[in-house]
Nanobody
Framework: QVQVIESGGGLVQAGGSLTLSCTAS????????IGWFRRAPGKEREFVAA????????FLSDSVKGRFTISKFKANNTVHLQMNGLQPQDTAVYYC???????????????WGQGTQVTVSS
């Protein structure tokens, strides 16, 4: 069994930055593709970013391109989601997920974290 844990959420003013981190215990994160999704109040869960297990190929949703980056730090087996230029519409619970391939579809991921709240004030 793989346990996925997110951290780094919080409250930030519009235009600010946060970094979310994702670790996968039970197996090194280097063996999995990692995806970030978010669910805003009253909305469906949506894709944010994904990183292939190689750490080379990345995908970003159009809504965060140019503001968010996803990267892997092999030294501590952690995947980071760097979020810059945050806006109130980015307010959501952010979920990290691990699976065999990087995908924009949540069904592609086998293991999910509990989520971390990101709140952006205007």
């Amino acid at each position: 069994q793989v346990q996925v844990i997110e951290s780094g959420g919080g409250l930030v003013q519009a235009g600010g930055s946060l970094t979310l981190s994702c670790t996968a215990s039970g197996r090194t994160v280097s063996s999995y593709a990692i995806g970030w999704f978010r669910r805003a109040p009253g909305k469906e869960r949506e894709f944010v970013a994904a990183l292939a297990w190689t750490g080379v190929t990345t995908f970003l949703s159009d809504s965060v391109k140019g503001r968010f980056t996803i990267s892997k730090f092999k030294a501590n087996n952690t995947v980071h989601l760097q979020m810059n230029g945050l806006q109130p519409q980015d307010t959501a619970v952010y979920y990290c997920a691990a699976g065999p391939v990087a995908s924009q579809t949540d069904r592609a991921y086998d293991f999910w974290g509990q989520g971390t709240q990101v709140t952006v004030s205007s």
